[in-house]
């Protein structure tokens, strides 16, 4: 996929060129483009005088990170552990098969991908989905795709 | 506008009061996360439209407005009426035109919104009555629920920065820190390290440069003590952090909060943007020379950072990957300076300490664990929510009088509390008080103060696998007895949970996890078998039904159960509809069946059979 170098630039240049400012950087550009793409990495390592394998390195570590693209619609399945007890597994269980892509997985037509979370902090409300930063509370698994569907 | 004095800043406090009418009618909505996601937002808004609307006498909009987390999720989305503390339970949006006719403008209580208690049957008004509060005692959340945390006005009027103001204009920086040595505060993140001892050993460090950090990175699933703080009084962490600045030194702050709490940014920067203003933050703070700013610092989502040293990396722009702890980060920091690192709670609750005294603080709460602690409650318990209890109180009182125990009649299992490095107690140790020191010695820990109560419907073994799932996720790599050992542990626990393992495997899990203590450099690592050795010590029975039974007492694990529906069955559809192998068969109005064959035991019809006609065997 290509992407508009001077609007990565943009979204570079909005930190200072410092190594310390890795991370930022990188959820900047992740939150520009949903994932991060390769020409950014490496227009990244070249603004903030960071070797490439670093910003590799950093890209991977952290979960909020994705080197693929990801669909329109993001769907966060809570798997913290009140949900877990409360039928989190259930509830991924009936997305995946309602969207035919596994969790990590984007649809073929880049409408939605189903991502899960190791807690959101919503407990009390167990379990937790979030479509597109909108909180859903106690999903039922067989309303979760009817919610997904409302967007 | 800068407040420059002391004197400014109570006229201001004086102004902000006056402008409270007390007699007043005002409406507090819950925004907390819990009522955010039931749709609180749409109350508020519904508010301020129908008020707008009506033109009433003394209840205008500005009479409404938003709080931080009320903390009684199960009954969200709650709106307070004051000054009589009238609680309104699972409001919808089609009340709200009820409640400014009948309560606001009438004076009548809307009985329906009422909490009944399920005990004595009786409708409660007042909210400071309902069992769920009476039993708390509020110190580090005493503003959450109650202001608007994107108003300084609010948090200015109940008293917020003049223990700041006290500090800096009245007390040096050793009778803050013995202040709060005096109180007794232990960290609130987990370990219950003496906060006094530390902010001393960093303020004794020669340096010129020091760093005040805020852990915000509540990575413990389970907890959300952190996160209603700083979206519900982000002022009160900022003033915790400042009293610090003037203990240790410090010019600079960060408040590390982690991914998935993009509001409790949002609320930080604009409660950092109004100290700003007013002069709280940046130079010369109150006019008293202290130069202090606080920065935020968003985590990239990795349960480690939530580890100091791999916080402080995290800061700085790296990986997050914790180092030895034999140099400890109070001498050798971020950027190797010296540097004062606190729980989001631990800061809420030092303006308290300074205000009312160490002394009164270490009164509450047990010897050794001074104070209260906040804690969520989740999982199978009635009331969810976030409570503070002083220390010491019993597992039980939090459990069943706050927590009114268990849903649906069903047996209590246990309670894990630590997150992922704590462990699971069991009934037996429901008596146990609540401090530090008595949990750890049970075998599990305080931790950062999230508790998830299990029924007799949980497995233990699947549980303990959950953790260590999550655990081999979250290892950063470094030490090879974590990554490899965990993800050994992990394997021999799954295969415990088909059914596939021997006794042998369970003694291998246990020597393994020895070595996993052992050798690895940090808490995550260190803990990382907690999980297994806490439910190995008090379920046993529990994995020996798996190993040489075949069977899950609690029915969770797939290939060791079956499903079949009973005569309860009205023949309704509703698991037909949801069954994704089309392993139900059955007419409307008659009792359905489940082809085993075909079943591969996903649970979903017994999630949501509504008339208990699902039988897990």
Not at chain 1, 90 to 119: F, R, S, W
Not at chain 2, 15 to 37: E, F, N, S
Request: with cysteine; charged share 25%; aromatic share 6%.
């Amino acid at each position: 996929m290509e992407h508009d170098i001077n609007k990565i630039r943009e979204v570079i240049s909005r930190s200072p060129a410092d190594p310390s400012s890795l991370i930022t950087v990188l959820q900047d550009i992740q939150r520009e483009f949903h994932y991060l793409p390769c020409e950014a990495l490496k227009e990244t390592a070249k603004a903030l005088y960071v070797p490439l394998s670093k910003v590799f390195s950093a890209s991977t570590f952290y979960n909020a990170f994705s080197l693929t693209p990801r669909g329109e619609n993001i769907i966060r399945v809570c798997q913290g552990t009140a949900c877990h007890i409360r039928g989190a597994d259930q509830l991924l269980e009936q997305l995946e098969i309602g969207l035919k892509i596994k969790a990590g997985q984007t649809t073929p037509d880049m409408k939605y991908t189903i991502e899960i979370v190791n807690c959101v902090g919503a407990c009390a409300m167990a379990p937790v989905m979030i479509v597109n930063n909108k909180y859903h509370a106690n999903v039922r698994c067989d309303r979760a795709m009817r919610l997904v569907k409302r967007g | 506008m800068r407040v420059d004095s002391v004197e400014k800043l109570d006229r201001l406090r004086d102004d902000y009061r006056k402008a409270i009418d007390t007699q007043k009618k005002r409406i507090a909505v819950c925004l907390g996360p819990g009522c955010l996601a039931m749709g609180s937002d749409v109350i508020l808004k519904e508010f301020k439209k129908v008020l707008a609307d009506k033109k009433i006498k003394d209840v205008t909009v500005e009479s409404v407005k938003k709080t931080g987390c009320h903390g009684f999720c199960a009954r969200g989305p709650l709106v307070v009426i004051e000054p009589e503390g009238i609680f309104y339970t699972r409001v919808k949006k089609n009340h709200v035109a009820d409640i400014v006719e009948k309560t606001l403008i009438n004076g009548e209580i809307i009985s329906k919104l009422l909490y009944i208690d399920p005990q004595s049957k009786k409708q409660i008004t007042d909210y400071r009555e309902i069992p769920f509060y009476s039993h708390q005692q509020r110190i580090s959340l005493r503003n959450v629920g109650q202001i608007d945390p994107d108003s300084i006005g609010d948090y200015i009027s109940s008293g917020g920065y003049s223990a700041m103001a006290k500090a800096l204009t009245s007390m040096t920086s050793q009778e803050v820190i013995d202040e709060v040595t005096k109180s007794g505060l232990r960290g609130r993140g987990g370990a219950g390290f003496p906060t006094g001892r530390k902010w001393e050993t960093c303020a004794g460090v020669e340096s010129d440069t020091r760093y005040v950090i805020c852990n915000g990175d509540e990575g413990d699933p389970g907890a959300f003590m952190d996160r209603c703080i700083m979206e519900g009084d982000p002022h009160s962490v900022l003033e915790g952090m400042i009293i610090c600045a003037h203990a240790i030194g410090s010019r600079q702050g960060y408040i590390y909060v982690r991914e998935e709490y993009p509001l409790a940014v949002i609320n930080l920067q604009t409660a950092i943007d109004a100290a700003r203003e007013y002069g709280f933050l940046g130079e010369n703070i109150l006019g008293t020379g202290l130069n202090f700013d606080i920065k935020i610092s968003r985590g990239g989502g990795a349960f480690v950072c939530g580890e100091s040293s791999a916080l402080m990396k995290s800061v700085a722009g790296e990986v997050g990957e914790p180092r030895a702890k034999y140099i400890r980060s109070v001498v050798k920091g971020l950027r190797d300076q010296p540097t004062v690192l606190n729980n989001v709670e631990s800061f809420a609750t030092v303006p308290v300490i300074l205000n009312k005294g160490g002394e009164w603080f270490a009164s509450v709460g047990t010897k050794k664990s001074t104070g209260t602690k906040a804690f969520s409650l989740a999982g199978k318990i009635n009331n969810t929510g976030l409570i503070e209890v002083p220390m010491g109180v019993t597992l039980r009182e939090i459990i069943y009088d706050i927590g009114d125990g268990i849903p649906k009649g069903r047996k209590f299992k246990a309670v894990q509390t630590g997150g992922p490095s704590g462990g699971c107690l069991p009934e037996d140790k429901l008596d146990l008080p609540v401090d530090f020191d008595t949990l750890t010695e049970a075998g599990s820990m305080m931790g950062s103060g999230g508790m998830v109560i299990m029924d007799d419907r949980t497995c233990m073994v699947e549980v303990a696998r959950y953790f260590l799932e999550f655990l081999v996720f979250e290892s950063c790599g470094k030490c090879v007895p974590c990554r490899e050992g965990l993800y050994q542990l992990y394997r021999l626990c799954t295969k415990i949970c088909e059914g596939e393992a021997t006794e042998d495997d369970l003694e291998s899990m246990e020597r393994l996890s020895k070595t996993i203590q052992i050798g690895s450099l940090c808490g995550l690592g260190q803990s990382g078998p907690n999980p297994f050795i806490s439910t190995v010590k008090y379920f046993r029975d529990e994995y020996l039904a798996h190993i040489r039974d075949k069977k899950c007492p609690g029915g969770v694990c797939r290939k060791l159960i079956t499903y079949r529906i009973n005569d309860k069955c009205t023949g309704c559809l509703a698991c037909l509809d949801v069954c994704p192998v089309d392993a139900i068969t059955g007419k409307k109005k008659e009792i359905h069946v489940i082809n085993t064959e075909i079943c591969d035991r996903c649970g979903a019809c017994y999630a949501v059979c509504t008339f208990d006609a699902i039988d897990i065997e």
